[in-house]
């Protein structure tokens, strides 16, 4: 069974601080999501990673896949109150199957 | 606007009964996903459809059900509820195999059970 964990689940940090989230999992993907979630919303799509060594960037916000390791990251550069949600990354082992989550990153940016 | 409609927005109602949950995908997607989420099982997959057939199933209750409609339109079916199936439960739409884009979510149903 595919599992996928992220940390931190808790992330509290400064506004201009860079951080990362880890994203782990454990069955051979070279799919991997990533969707942020304000609070009672739905999910929006960042980050479409579909090989090993793919890196998207949007604003602060940056993705890479590393399928050896089974890692995914999101950096954040410089982060701003408006980057404040809960990030999940989500796995998919075959194109158009289900996506397996993780358990999210509650992010808050304090001033 | 991902283009995925669900309705209603939210719904109350109280054990034992049943409801329908309606997901309109986005244009041209064939598949159509349904996830629950709760603060103790976080995003879990249910059941998805792929052009009117059922294509997988994930961690979805027998009193659970849904179909896909030749409009490509989605329900799911929650009968017997309790109060454990309060959650919010979000429909999302692909394109199917051939399709490099994510999926894309609906804003959900919250459903409440009293």
């Known amino acids: 069974e595919l599992k996928v964990e992220q940390n931190p689940l808790f992330l509290s940090m400064q506004e201009g601080k860079n951080y990362t989230i880890y994203c782990n999992y454990s069955t051979t993907s070279d799919r991997l999501y990533w969707y942020r979630q304000d609070p009672g919303k739905s999910l929006e799509s960042l980050f479409v990673l579909l090989s090993n060594g793919a890196v998207k960037q949007e604003g602060r916000l940056m993705a890479s896949l590393d399928t050896k390791a089974r890692l995914s990251t999101l950096h954040i550069t410089a982060a701003v109150h408006d980057l404040s949600a809960t990030y999940f990354c989500a796995v998919e082992v075959a194109r158009g199957s289900r996506l397996t989550f993780g358990e999210g990153t509650q992010l808050t940016v304090n001033p | 606007d991902s283009g995925v409609t669900q309705t209603p927005k939210h719904l109350i109602t109280a054990t034992g009964q049943r409801v329908t949950l309606r997901c309109s995908p986005r244009?041209?997607?064939?598949?159509v996903y349904w996830y629950q989420q709760s603060l103790d099982q976080g995003l879990q997959f249910l059941i998805q459809?792929?052009?009117?057939?059922?294509?997988a199933k994930g961690n979805i209750l027998e009193r659970f059900s849904a179909q896909q409609f030749p409009d490509l339109h989605s329900e799911l079916n929650l009968s017997s509820l309790e109060l454990g199936d309060s959650a919010l439960y979000f429909c999302a739409s692909s394109g199917g195999t051939g399709d490099n884009q994510p999926q894309h979510f609906g804003d959900g149903t919250r459903l409440s059970i009293l």
């Open positions: 244009s041209g997607d064939l598949s």
């Open positions: 459809y792929y052009n009117g057939e059922e294509r």
